[in-house]
């Protein structure tokens, strides 16, 4: 049996893209002599559709597509996720994959283990399957199992219930595992832990499918492949990009030798995903050219390098804006880097709307001293310049701020953090550095003196960052166990950092939380982003 592994690109709702797609590639693995053909989960609508699911016109667009692509399903069977109604008890839907065939749909197949943690929240939507069936092709038993159907082995700990075990029992020989699990550092070792866990449990081969692209802040890698019966990879896909891709099925295993596919290292993948999905947003939103504010500064520059990276540096537009207190070696700086990379850029002073502002406001101030109020001013100023451009232009402006701002608050709500897609939201400001130097690692594109420049916003004379808080080093440390790790301050305290610079730290991230609750989308690259991946009370008490 010669299966083919189609992993493609899906735009949520947009079902005469995402059928038009699967129609070409049944059709080519036709012409290639392929048995099947197998899909991603929720191939049909694109994952993740949310609250899409809760519109009947949705979800009745679900069942045609699946029934039309069925009917193309002569001569070849094909493997398609989708969503169909539940006319018993429980939630309204199932989310299913169906086993196509002579222009029909002979097998529907329930997802069993519904992901309710991080970015999950199927249970909000779909009712599990109450049990696993298998079914028999070109003398094969085969058993589909939906992406989380499998992850019982890696998360024992939320699940009773194991799809294989029961699939097993029944007498697979083979698994169908289509998914739709999104990126995050560290997340391809974790499959390979699934896998090989499964393997060794079971000995059941695995064909794996897994979709590409950027849905917002969910980024899918693919890595989709194919595991034999005795745990060892000889088909593999390739990261962040579509692709058919052929294998064949003896009579008990897959007929190949083992591939050996080499892990990108951390800081490599991360700038692949990243640029990946500030392209994929930008696409599927309609956006052709993009803005952001240059400052000089590692972050701005970073997030400059990645978008001229994404979309090409003709198709960025960079805007300097100083300030009185920006140096003058900032704006060099920030030139510099544009000159590098190639990317048009202007210089827009606010020094004179500044004062303007300064001068309007001195009455309602009553000669009140100078704070962070006047430093805020600057950061919103900057921010009305560049919607206007947005707005005027059509450009997608991109946010600049960090994962280490972005988790104290040391970032200025209407100023800084505004922006329609937040490309480093998910990294820390120790990573930031290791992104810039993977950048200039053939040549210099961001300016060394970005990279060796002490941080600071330059909003007032001689600012630093570490005015306001620690050594990046340790900041990171304590912000990945308190954020990523969600230990307590006692289990951080414990570990010999200081008490109280734990305790402000966890604090400042506490107050913030209304901040972020207004921050654009940050594409997700870690195991715990802001966003959907963290939801937390805006007015709790945490102790």
Same mark, same amino acid.
């Given at each position: ?49 949310d ?13 045609q ?27 309204g ?5 169906c ?14 283990l ?40 890696y ?84 990261l ?16 190949? $030798? ?29 956006f ?26 003709e ?92 988790? $104290? ?18 990294v ?65 305290k ?50």
């Amino acid at each position: 049996m010669k299966i083919a592994l189609a992993q493609l690109n899906y735009r949520i709702g947009d079902f005469e893209l995402n059928t038009s797609k699967m129609y070409e590639a049944i059709t080519e693995a036709k012409s290639q002599g392929a048995d099947l053909v197998v899909f991603s989960e929720l191939s049909v609508c694109g994952y993740p559709p949310d609250d899409l699911l809760d519109y009947e016109w949705f979800v009745e667009k679900c069942e045609q597509s699946m029934e039309a692509i069925a009917q193309s399903c002569q001569g070849i069977a094909a493997v398609v996720g989708g969503v169909m109604r539940n006319r018993d008890k429980g939630r309204g839907l199932f989310n299913v994959s169906c086993f196509l065939q002579n222009g029909r749909i002979e097998h529907v197949v329930r997802k069993t283990l519904l992901p309710t943690y991080d970015v999950f929240s199927e249970s909000r939507y779909f009712e599990p399957a109450d049990a696993c069936q298998i079914f028999e092709f070109k003398g094969v038993k085969i058993g589909i199992a939906i992406c989380e159907d499998i992850w019982d082995v890696y998360n024992e700990f939320l699940y009773e219930k194991s799809p294989l075990q029961h699939l097993k029992n029944e007498g697979a020989q083979l698994i169908i595992h289509p998914s739709a699990s999104p990126f995050n550092v560290g997340k391809i070792r974790m499959r390979d832990k699934v896998f090989s866990g499964n393997i060794e449990r079971f000995g059941l081969p695995i064909v794996y499918v897994n979709q590409v692209g950027a849905n917002a802040d969910l980024i899918f890698d693919g890595d989709s492949q194919v595991i034999n019966a005795d745990g060892k990879t000889v088909k593999q896909l390739p990261l962040f990009e579509e692709k058919v891709d052929y294998i064949t099925f003896g009579k008990n295993d897959f007929l190949g $030798v083992p591939v050996h596919f080499s892990e990108p290292e951390e800081t490599a993948l991360m700038h692949d995903a990243i640029v990946y999905g500030i392209r994929d947003y930008c696409k599927k939103s309609g956006f052709r050219k993009i803005i952001l504010g240059s400052s000089g500064g590692i972050d701005s520059a970073l997030v400059q390098a990645l978008a001229c990276k994404a979309v090409g540096p003709e198709n960025v537009l960079a805007l300097l804006m100083p300030s009185p207190y920006s140096s003058e070696g900032s704006v060099n700086d920030a030139k510099q880097l544009s000159i590098n990379l190639g990317n048009d850029f202007r210089i827009v002073p606010i020094s004179d709307i500044f004062s303007t502002y300064l001068n309007t406001l001195q009455p309602a101030f009553e000669k009140l001293p100078q704070d962070i109020t006047e430093e805020n001013l600057q950061a919103r100023i900057r921010a009305n310049l560049l919607m206007a451009m947005s707005n005027k232009m059509g450009y997608l402006l991109l946010n600049t701020s960090n994962k280490s701002e972005m988790s $104290v608050g040391y970032s200025t709500l209407y100023g800084d953090m505004c922006g329609g897609l937040s490309p480093i939201g998910d990294v820390w400001k120790t990573k930031v550095y290791g992104l810039a130097r993977y950048i200039n690692r053939d040549n210099e594109i961001i300016p060394n003196a970005i990279l060796i420049k002490a941080p600071s916003a330059e909003l007032r004379p001689g600012q630093k960052d570490t005015d306001s808080l620690p050594e990046y080093a340790i900041l990171d440390e304590i912000l990945h166990w308190y954020v990523e790790e969600r230990r307590s301050r006692e289990e951080i305290k414990a570990q010999g950092y200081d008490s109280a610079m734990v305790d402000k730290i966890i604090n400042m991230v506490n107050r913030a939380e209304y901040k972020r609750f207004q921050s654009p989308p940050i594409l997700r690259v870690t195991s715990k982003a802001f966003g959907r991946g963290r939801q937390m009370p805006l007015v709790a008490f945490h102790g």
